[in-house]
Nanobody
Framework: VQLQASGGGLVQAGGSLRLSCAAS????????LGWFRQAPGKEREGVSC????????EYADSVKGRFEFSRDNAENTMYLQMNSLRPEDTGVYYC??????????????WGEGTLVTVSS
């Protein structure tokens, strides 16, 4: 069971990045998924979650209207499109999964993070 996040990097404020997280060893279609981030010196926080079918999503207030969470169950991959990035979006981003239908920030499996750095 593995989740592998990618797509992080250095971007200027106002720019965009798309994170991907591919699963191996299990099928994501039965799992609610989430993206989390941890800024330097801060605790990890939930950014967004999505139900197992993709029909429902939730976003932290700080990213609403700027980030979009999607999933492709056929490709066993989840995505986080991040637009209008701000310096405060800087951090290590983690993908995660939980065996349930509804959106959740309590997770069973975690991927290794990918670093996003937004310069001002």
């Amino acid at each position: 069971v593995q989740l592998q996040a990618s797509g992080g990097g250095l971007v200027q404020a106002g720019g965009s990045l798309r994170l991907s997280c591919a699963a191996s060893g299990f099928s994501l279609r039965y799992y609610a998924l989430g993206w989390f981030r941890q800024a330097p010196g801060k605790e990890r926080e939930g950014v967004s979650c999505i139900s197992n079918t993709g029909s429902a999503t939730e976003y932290a207030d700080s990213v609403k209207g700027r980030f979009e969470f999607s999933r492709d169950n056929a490709e066993n991959t989840m995505y986080l499109q991040m637009n209008s990035l701000r310096p405060e979006d800087t951090g290590v981003y983690y993908c995660a999964a939980r065996l349930r239908e509804r959106c959740s920030y309590v997770m069973d499996y975690w991927g290794e993070g990918t670093l996003v750095t937004v310069s001002s």
